[in-house]
C-alpha cells in the first residue's frame, strides 16, 4: 500500500478495528456521556469530529520518522473517552527511539512496509517481533519500546491507545537532555563526562 493508498475507504475502516479493544482501558470513568470544555454548555456535531489527519491523504512521504496524534490535547472530545490515536510513518532505516507511554498501553496495527519492534518488561527481558502489513503487536503499559524500519521502503502504522492522554517519555531526551549532571551520567553509564557531552550534543 502506497502512502496515497490512505485515500481507500479500507483504510479508515482498519483505523476504526485499531482502537475498539482499547476503549475501555485507561482513564478514569466519567458520570456524564462526554465532556464539555470550560465556559462551554452547547456543542454541535462538529465537536466530536477531528479533522487534522486530512493532510495524510495528500501529503508526501515525509524524509524522517513523523507521528501525527489525535489525543485529548489534539481532540478534545477525547477527554474521559479512554481512546486516541498515533499515525507512525516511517522512511525507511527510521526509528521511533526507545519509550513510554506511562498512561496506557498501545495497540499498533501495520499498514504498509517492515517493521523491527521490541519492549523491554520490568525484569529487562527484550521482546521482540518483526511485523508485515495486517500484524499487530501490543506494547505493554508504561515499559520501554520502540519501532526501526528496517527495510528498504517506507512503513506507515496506526496505534491506538487506552487513554485520551497517553503521555510519551522519550528514554534519550528524559536521560540526556533534561539537565542531569554529566558526572551522574557518566558514573550511571560506566563511561566518561566527555561521552555523555558528546551524546547530549548529538540530541541537541
Known sequence: MAFRDLRNPFFFLLLALAASPLVLAGDPDI??????PPNTNAVD???FTFTGMRSLLDSRPPTNF???KATMAEFPA???????YAVLTFPA???NPPHTHPRAAELLFLIDGYLEVGFVDTTNKLYTQTLQP??????PKGLVHYQYCSRQKPAIAI?????ASAGTVSVPKAVFATGIDDGILAKSFKTDAATV???KAGLA
Open 31 to 36: 458520570t456524564s456521556d462526554f465532556l464539555l
Open 45 to 47: 456535531g462538529s465537536f
Open 66 to 68: 513523523t507521528v501525527m
Open 78 to 84: 477525547l477527554g474521559g473517552q479512554s481512546v486516541s
Open 93 to 95: 532505516g527510521s526509528v
Open 134 to 139: 495486517g500484524d499487530l503487536f501490543v506494547f
Open 159 to 163: 496505534s491506538a491507545f487506552g487513554s
Open 197 to 199: 557531552c558528546k551524546i
